[in-house]
């Protein structure tokens, strides 16, 4: 800023406070009236959506976490199988599926998602896991995805 007389530069409370005030103005250019053009009024409304705009950050994480979870359990009730279970299953097959991937995989590809399901409960079934207790060691078996499903495959057949 060029100030021509030295009294204009006496007055001026520098260049920071404009530019600190833009600031706050251009976070409030949508608002409606005074809450866009009185400074000490867009101060407390900007302040206040930047609180809500934190907090939404937390809740729009834990909305994912919910759907994530609940494709999962809907999924699972289509295969006969728990939640608990198809996660113990998959670790214990060293499948290792976040919720995200296995709800994706729940909603967009469930024939896969059918086949994780039958993973699971083969290599539990294997391990000899009941209601989650061991009736003996792991018999470190090691399942492949097309064995599984070819001897459903062939049951299917068979009937």
Not at 20 to 45: D, E, P, Q
Not at 113 to 129: N, R
């Amino acid at each position: 800023m060029v100030f021509l007389t030295i009294a204009n530069w006496v007055r001026s409370r520098g260049p920071d406070e404009f530019w600190r005030k833009r600031r706050m103005f251009r976070l409030a250019a949508h608002y409606i009236g005074r809450r866009r053009n009185c400074y000490s009024v867009t101060v407390r409304n900007v302040h206040r959506a930047l609180v809500y705009a934190t907090k939404a950050r937390k809740l729009k994480k834990q909305d994912m976490i919910d759907l994530w979870s609940t494709r999962i359990t809907a999924a699972c009730e289509q295969h006969n199988i728990t939640p608990c279970t198809l996660k113990q299953g998959l670790d214990r097959a060293n499948i290792m599926l976040d919720r995200k991937s296995l709800s994706d995989l729940a909603c967009w590809e469930p024939r896969t998602f059918e086949c994780l399901a039958a993973v699971a409960k083969q290599k539990l079934e294997y391990d000899g896991v009941i209601d989650y207790t061991d009736k003996k060691y792991p018999t470190g078996v090691n399942l492949k995805l097309k064995d599984v499903m070819l001897e459903a495959w062939l049951k299917e057949k068979k009937q």
